[in-house]
């Protein structure tokens, strides 16, 4: 038998190629969704400009905007990497999208790879956009760019895990009411536009730990007070990404 008879060959593509793939249909699934563009990039930009320049809370010292700015910019992170992937994986589970690709050969930690990078290809978008609108509103951002990237990769994996896991564990409506109200309680909770401070010092320990708090101090410590790196935000960054990625592996149901 001469060679390439069977060319091309049946059989599963290397792991790498299959990721590649997904990421790139997950991208344009995203890029193509209104509502998650609503989400994701519209909300948090209104914010920024609204509420750097009308003096609606106090942030303290200085121009709103170099407080807002760092905030704003993990709104963005939290908003697609939880709030709009849970939504569309749950919906997805429920159209029975997630069933086919069961019978496929992308292992399940291969699709949330996938659905983690499509995340980052989109925050970058964001990240572009709010960046030049802050610095339009005269945002002057200190620090330097490491300590950002490990703030947001680190916090795109905590919130990624987290969407999965609530995707892959509840039914799409509820999904979809759990998603949308846990991103407007930490929209107010989590130092986004209302600095911690403002709480109660009990309630205040609380909401340092969770991973939306961690995230707009850690940027706002190095984007607005210059520090070099905040280790105690990326710790609890780690620990959350860790927690909630580990669980979605285990517990993730594709129907």
Same mark, same amino acid.
């Given at each position: 038998?001469?060679?390439?008879?069977?060319?091309? =060959? %049946?059989?599963?593509? %290397?792991?790498?190629?299959?990721? @590649? @793939?997904?990421? #790139?249909?997950?991208?344009?699934?995203?890029?193509?969704?209104?509502?998650?563009? *609503?989400? &994701?990039?519209?909300?948090?930009?209104?914010?920024? $400009?609204?509420?750097?320049?009308?003096?609606?809370?106090? &942030?303290? !010292?200085?121009?709103?905007? !170099?407080?807002?700015?760092?905030?704003?910019?993990? #709104?963005?992170? +939290?908003? &697609?990497?939880?709030?709009?992937?849970?939504?569309?994986?749950?919906?997805? =589970?429920?159209?029975?999208? *997630?069933?086919?690709?069961?019978?496929?050969?992308? %292992? =399940?930690?291969?699709?949330?790879?996938?659905? &983690?990078?499509?995340?980052? $290809? /989109?925050?970058?978008?964001?990240?572009?956009?709010?960046?030049?609108?802050?610095?339009?509103?005269?945002?002057? %951002?200190?620090?330097?760019?490491?300590?950002?990237?490990?703030?947001?990769?680190?916090?795109?994996?905590?919130?990624?895990?987290?969407?999965?896991?609530?995707?892959?564990?509840?039914?799409?409506?509820? /999904?979809?009411?759990?998603?949308?109200?846990?991103?407007?309680?930490?929209? $107010?909770?989590?130092?986004?536009?209302?600095?911690?401070?403002?709480?109660? !010092?009990?309630?205040?320990?609380?909401?340092?730990?969770?991973?939306?708090?961690?995230?707009?101090?850690?940027?706002?410590?190095?984007?607005? !007070?210059?520090? @070099? +790196?905040?280790?105690?935000?990326?710790?609890?960054?780690?620990?959350?990404?860790?927690?909630?990625?580990?669980?979605?592996?285990?517990?993730?149901?594709?129907?």
């Amino acid at each position: 038998m001469s060679a390439g008879t069977y060319t091309p =060959r %049946p059989g599963a593509a %290397p792991v790498g190629r299959m990721i @590649a @793939a997904q990421a #790139l249909f997950e991208t344009k699934m995203l890029l193509r969704n209104g509502e998650q563009l *609503l989400l &994701t990039v519209v909300i948090p930009s209104l914010l920024l $400009v609204l509420f750097s320049t009308v003096d609606i809370v106090d &942030t303290g !010292d200085g121009r709103p905007v !170099d407080f807002l700015a760092p905030g704003v910019l993990a #709104l963005a992170v +939290m908003s &697609t990497a939880f709030t709009g992937q849970a939504i569309a994986t749950g919906f997805e =589970r429920r159209y029975g999208v *997630l069933k086919r690709l069961a019978a496929s050969p992308l %292992p =399940r930690w291969a699709l949330m790879t996938a659905k &983690t990078l499509a995340v980052l $290809v /989109t925050e970058v978008l964001q990240i572009a956009l709010l960046t030049a609108i802050a610095l339009g509103l005269g945002w002057s %951002p200190q620090g330097g760019p490491l300590p950002v990237l490990l703030l947001i990769v680190l916090g795109t994996a905590a919130f990624s895990g987290l969407g999965l896991l609530m995707a892959g564990t509840l039914k799409a409506e509820a /999904t979809l009411a759990a998603a949308n109200l846990v991103f407007l309680l930490l929209l $107010v909770g989590g130092g986004v536009v209302v600095p911690l401070d403002k709480f109660p !010092d009990a309630a205040r320990g609380l909401l340092e730990l969770l991973p939306i708090s961690a995230l707009s101090g850690g940027l706002r410590d190095v984007l607005q !007070d210059g520090a @070099a +790196m905040p280790w105690a935000e990326l710790g609890i960054l780690a620990l959350w990404a860790a927690a909630g990625l580990g669980a979605a592996a285990k517990l993730f149901r594709w129907e």
